[in-house]
């Protein structure tokens, strides 16, 4: 059976197509509440404080974080299927609570179980993709993969924008929620296959040294998973912000839903897109360089937010925040997955995305308490400091060849 197996793109292309598909409705999830949440929480709860309407944003990043742990240290023992499809099913009543919240406690606990779905959905999609290609395609599947989660995002925070507008903030926007969760489900029982025997072909000829502790190298020790590990927190602490106060910003610049909705969509859709390219580059250009540029555009972009108010310099802005984030996500991963033994990457990847996605919260609660206390303008500045600052501990810290002091 061992002999049978093959890695590579073009060897698994059935199965890493189907993985592509599911990971699209899992992006699908979170692209739902994208745009119209700022609006649903003053319109239907009459929610106003920064940090309240940021709450959702915390429950999801911490819920997420956690789950995302716990997925890479299961992946090997319960499998990576079970896994996907149980993250499924937390996903199947987060519409029909959305619809009927009668208090905004309601809707956190709809994003505590949106975070546990992403966490075992996206984990095991990310996980089982690395497993299919090996060595080679590793950036090129990673690309292929969060362009699929992401470009889903976009399309769905335009939708759900657009359905807003027409018909109502609610219930018809979370309608569909429904029908992603379902198809997702579908697609994971029947046509999914766990990967695990996988990683025990390329064990047979993986030189990389083992970790001893994998978190604490990954978090701190070694120097290219720990500086790939944070800037990956700085990343989502500041798509966070963007996340839970931008629509704010531009509802305080008088635009419409159809308007918002259409220049948060381009964030996620250019980074969506961008990462077909940019995964590609990451298999033979410096990832050192593509983490450096990326955080460092991040960062300038955000700076640039408070001060440009015309609707197409805005576009502008979030197409280069786009392009920034496309340069740094699927390398997050393909560093991670190159830095260690494929017996280990499952849990190096739970522990990078573990402090990846608290990021979301700590960007939440950070840039809420700074709105409240000094405004919009001077939150979004400050994390947009904070990301040029990450790019800096790339430039300095991580080495420029990552396998040097790691392959024998």
Do not use: C
Not at 160 to 188: H, K, N, R, V
Not at 325 to 339: K, N, Q
Request: net charge neutral; no cysteine; charged share 15%.
């Amino acid at each position: 059976m061992q002999d049978q197996i093959k890695l590579g793109l073009r060897e698994n292309w059935l199965q890493f197509t189907i993985l592509v598909i599911v990971n699209a409705f899992v992006g699908g999830m979170v692209g739902l509440e994208r745009t119209i949440f700022p609006e649903f929480a003053e319109t239907e709860f009459e929610i106003g404080s920064n940090t309240a309407i940021l709450s959702f944003i915390v429950a999801f990043g911490i819920t997420k974080a956690i789950t995302n742990y716990f997925t890479g240290k299961l992946a090997n023992r319960i499998g990576r299927k079970k896994l996907l499809v149980i993250g499924w099913l937390f996903a199947l009543p987060i519409p029909f609570i959305l619809i009927h919240a009668s208090s905004w406690n309601w809707v956190v606990f709809a994003n505590i179980l949106l975070g546990i779905n992403q966490g075992l959905t996206w984990s095991s999609t990310v996980v089982m993709k690395i497993d299919l290609v090996g060595e080679k395609n590793r950036g090129t599947a990673m690309g292929i993969n969060e362009f699929s989660g992401y470009f889903a995002v976009g399309l769905v925070a335009l939708l759900s924008g657009y359905i807003a507008q027409e018909y109502g903030i609610t219930p018809y926007p979370f309608y569909l929620g429904i029908g992603i969760s379902i198809a997702g489900l579908f697609l994971s029982v029947l046509f999914v296959k766990d990967t695990r025997i996988f990683i025990n072909k390329e064990q047979q000829t993986n030189k990389t040294q083992a970790l001893e502790n994998v978190f604490m190298e990954t978090t701190f020790r070694d120097k290219t998973l720990s500086s790939v590990t944070q800037a990956g927190l700085v990343n989502n602490l500041n798509d966070g912000m963007i996340w839970g106060l931008l629509p704010i910003l531009l509802l305080s610049f008088n635009y419409d839903s159809k308007e918002i909705g259409l220049i948060a969509a381009i964030y996620p859709a250019v980074w969506g897109i961008g990462q077909l390219f940019t995964g590609r580059m990451a298999d033979f250009y410096s990832k050192k360089k593509m983490l450096f540029t990326g955080m460092f555009l991040q960062g300038l972009a955000i700076l640039f937010i408070p001060y440009f108010t015309d609707f197409y310099l805005l576009v502008g802005i979030a197409v280069i925040l786009g392009l920034g984030t496309a340069l740094v996500y699927p390398t997050f991963l393909s560093a991670i997955a190159e830095a260690t033994r494929p017996q280990q990457r499952a849990e190096s990847i739970g522990v990078f995305r573990l402090w990846r996605d608290l990021g979301y919260a700590l960007g939440a609660i950070l840039s809420g308490i700074i709105a409240d206390v000094f405004g919009i303008e001077y939150a979004v500045l400050a994390i947009g400091v904070i990301t040029i600052l990450s790019s800096l501990i790339i430039k300095f810290r991580m080495p420029a060849e990552n396998l040097n002091s790691r392959i024998g």
